[in-house]
């Protein structure tokens, strides 16, 4: 007999813990279903070397709780993994979360038994959860993906994977390490790895534009002043595209005098990180107003490589900034000045396979002892798919995106009654601070549990002409950006077969939170309510 619960959550990292801690308290029985042997989601696995958030650790932190943000103290004004998995673990602590976790239980099947209006959601260690709502805290980026390329079995030496890094850390002295991938991954690890290697080989298939960090020790004022601020800044903050305070200039560029221009750009060199992506609101509309970016990107590349062939090879050219992921670093070019480090561009020499002694491209084969990839994931779409839910008539979730990722608002999926999603497509998620977002989606669903438990009604599901309206609405929003040109997780590109479609939602936190507001204000009329039936509550 499966375990009863109102409520099941799958997935026990930030949205999935927030998901327990508020459900329980609106007086939901909860159950998290967590595959890991910890909590912890993202931060749970990505433990490479140099694994650090870029969204400022003040800022990718709970908003829910004013005594967390009072008694927890950042050291870093970018968290490190570490530091980020202690909070967490100090939060569920706090809130008593963990008597309502399962631990080692990946969900591996999800059926909505549409007699019953309830889910069963399925373990991998055979363990059946019975609830009337399921709730989806599964992650953007949870899914890793390894690379299509012939051979890797064959390695004789070490395969590292950025995202299920040995949590006793590996010793490269010495060894020959290469790496696979430059997205913000490998750049965060490959200074670290390249110091401690014998030599670091690394694989690039498309050069990123890559803004400094600045990442440095918080003071005891900077943290008393966001302390004493914390909830106008919040507020603030789900005022701007993309929910966390990054100095949003107003001003376009297009307009601007060449020379201006370039004084914003070097402004925001300085400010580090994602800021970099907010220097004209036109950036991400206007060719010449990102080309112009682009190119001030390219020539710091120059500035800090000393190698001109390699600089060379380090510049994006083909896709505008911002089309992939603005990757954030910490002496990631720099790394390609030190004598024990060596780029091969693949664009130029094509990897053709692995072998037991390390890397063949057409031109050579590369000795490696060590190998690590960092090949990215099945964003947004992957970890669903996975679990393959099926809804009503036994419809697939599988099938229904492999055509197209849509969803209402990224919460909820036509045919798939009670079934909730945190931050998934057609939600600003991978484009704003995570944290806060999830909070945002969690409230709202907890919401409206709230409101069909005081209204009996049994069922909500999202209305098939209101999902297509939105879906059309994101698709609007990225159609006027040039954000869909790049071959991005964003749009699938890196996945075989996934449908090209620019998932998150690009018209930014306040419209979507807007939006959300509205779908609730209007009594959920984008959704299809069903009211208890007298015969099976009579039960
Ligand atoms: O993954 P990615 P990631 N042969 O997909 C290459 C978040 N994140 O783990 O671009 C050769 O970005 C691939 O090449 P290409 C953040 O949102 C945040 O680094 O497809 N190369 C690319 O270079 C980020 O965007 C933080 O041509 C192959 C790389 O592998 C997201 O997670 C830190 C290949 C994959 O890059 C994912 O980042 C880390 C092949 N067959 C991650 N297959 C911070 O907060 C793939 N590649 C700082």
Known sequence: MPQEFDAIVVGAGF?????????????????????ASDIGGTWFHNRYPGARCDIESLQYSYSFSGEVEQEWDWTERYAGQPEILRYIHHVADRFDLRRDI???????AAVFDEARHKWRIETGDGEAYSAAFCIMATGCLSVPLDPAIPGLGEFAGDIYRTVD?????????????????????????????????????????TANYVIPAHNRPLDEAERADWKRHYPARRAA?????????M????RPGADMPPGEREAVLEARWQLGGLTFSYGFPD???????????????RRKIAGRVGDPETARKLMPRDHPLGSKRLCVDTEYFEAFNRPNVRLVDLREEALVAVEAAGVRTERTLYPLDALILATGFDAMTGALSRIDPKGRGGRSLREKWRVRPSTLLGLAVAGFPNLFLVTGPGSPSVLSNMVTSAEQNIDWIAACLDYLRANGVVEIEARAEAEDAWFEEVAAASARTLLPEGDSWYVGANVPDKPRVYMPYLGGVPAYLDACEKAAADGYNAFALTPADPAVAAE
């Open 15 to 35: 949205a999935g813990l927030y998901a327990l801690y508020r459900l329980r308290e609106r007086g939901h029985t909860v159950r998290v279903l967590e595959a």
């Open 102 to 108: 399962r631990l080692n239980a990946q969900a591996v």
């Open 165 to 205: 890094w040995p949590h006793d850390g590996v010793d490269f002295t010495g060894r020959r390490a290469g790496i696979v991938g430059t997205g913000s991954s490998a750049i965060q690890a490959i200074p670290i790895v390249a110091e401690a290697a014998g030599e670091l080989t690394v694989f690039q298939r």
């Open 237 to 245: 903050a789900r005022r701007t595209r993309n929910n966390a305070l």
């Open 247 to 250: 100095d949003h200039n107003t």
């Open 283 to 297: 950036q991400a509309t206007d060719r010449r107003v990102n080309e112009a970016a682009a190119d001030f990107v």
